[in-house]
């Protein structure tokens, strides 16, 4: 079993400050982790991925997350907020590939909306 | 590389009517994903192809819901007799073995 919490809703930042988006995760496997963005109308695109190499990953547009497993968490973060980066981000567990789980399901938080004030 | 198109856009129906999408994949993907996304939700997970053949299914996907990937290429997904619960965006998704799954921009269900 697995599931994802993003412990906020909705953020706001001003822009230039940093951004932190939270996500907590559960898996009974060693899992892969993922954040994706949607903007509106749009479909989801891939930010970063984790899949048990480093634990900082760095992903597009200047993001980047930690995979701490001791506190099972995966936070999405970025020094300084741009006004394109005002969207809907997700954070996603899966079984890991060699989990031997059998499931390919991703399974996606319910979702952080990102403001940015001008 | 394309990407995932899904067809049409949007679609507006009325409850007890078939519908049916389309998805179609990037060219070299063996994998194949459909999920729902709600107003205010994550995606979910809907059922997953490799190559044509049917994987996993969510429980989610009743027997009004059926979903093909013949000769392991496109894809099509068909509610039929839609009620009005099954207003939402459906996504497709598609990777290669071991790599993060592509999604399209989605195909937006209306019922009415």
């Known amino acids: 079993a697995q599931s994802v919490t993003q412990l906020d809703s909705h953020v706001s930042v001003s822009e230039g400050t940093p951004v932190l988006l939270r996500c907590n995760y559960s898996s009974s496997y060693s899992p892969s982790l993922f954040w994706y963005v949607q903007h509106p109308n749009k479909g989801l695109q891939l930010l970063l991925k984790y899949t048990s190499a480093a634990t900082l990953v760095k992903g597009i547009n200047g993001f980047e997350a930690e995979f701490k497993k001791s506190e099972t968490s995966f936070h999405l973060t970025k020094p300084s907020a741009h006004m394109s980066d005002a969207a809907e981000y997700f954070c996603?567990?899966?079984?890991?590939?060699?989990?031997?789980?059998?499931?390919?399901?991703?399974?996606f938080g319910k979702g952080t909306k990102l403001s940015v004030i001008p | 590389d394309t990407g995932v198109s899904q067809n049409p856009r949007h679609k507006i129906t009325k409850r007890g009517q078939n519908v049916t999408f389309r998805c179609d994949p990037i060219?070299?993907?063996?994998?194949l994903y459909w999920y729902r996304q709600t107003l205010g939700q994550g995606p979910e997970f809907l059922t997953y192809f490799q190559n044509e053949a049917q994987l996993e299914k969510s429980r989610l996907l009743s027997d009004r819901f059926s979903a093909e990937r013949p000769k392991g290429s496109f894809s099509t997904l068909e509610i039929q007799r839609t009620e009005q619960g099954d207003s939402a965006m459906y996504l497709c998704a598609s990777s290669l073995q071991l790599s993060p799954l592509h999604f399209g921009n989605g195909t937006r269900l209306t019922v009415t």
């Open positions: 996603v567990v899966t079984p890991g590939e060699s989990s031997g789980a059998g499931s390919y399901q991703l399974t």
């Open positions: 060219s070299e993907h063996n994998r």
